[in-house]
């Protein structure tokens, strides 16, 4: 079993940033796809970024690409979403998942945190 722990959440103002992060325990790190997903109020849980199980390869939604960046620390059990000029249209309950294989944008992953509340105010 693998468990994940988001952190890092919080308010913050538009163009502000936030970083985000995941610590997993229970089994081998390294051999996982990590992505985050989030979830707005009444909307369906949508794809935000991933990253491989080596890190050569990452994947981003269009609406954060340029903004948002993906990263992971094996040595730690770790991956960060390092958020940037936020807006308010980001505001959602923000999700780690992870999975052995699999296209890494789709959101059928294997285990999924609890969720951090991102907030972000006009």
């Known amino acids: 079993q693998v468990q994940l722990v988001e952190s890092g959440g919080g308010l913050v103002q538009a163009g502000g940033s936030l970083r985000l992060s995941c610590a997993a325990s229970g089994r081998t790190f390294t051999s996982y796809i990590m992505g985050w997903f989030r979830q707005a109020s009444g909307k369906e849980r949508e794809f935000v970024a991933a990253i491989s199980w080596g890190g050569t390869s990452t994947y981003y939604a269009d609406s954060v690409k340029g903004r948002f960046t993906i990263s992971r620390d094996n040595a730690k059990n770790t991956v960060y979403l390092q958020m940037n000029s936020l807006k308010p249209e980001d505001t959602a309950l923000y999700y780690c998942?992870?999975?052995?294989?699999?296209?890494?944008?789709?959101?059928?992953?294997?285990?999924w945190g609890q969720g951090t509340q991102v907030t972000v105010s006009s």
């Open positions: 998942a992870a999975k052995e294989k699999g296209q890494a944008t789709i959101p059928n992953y294997d285990y």
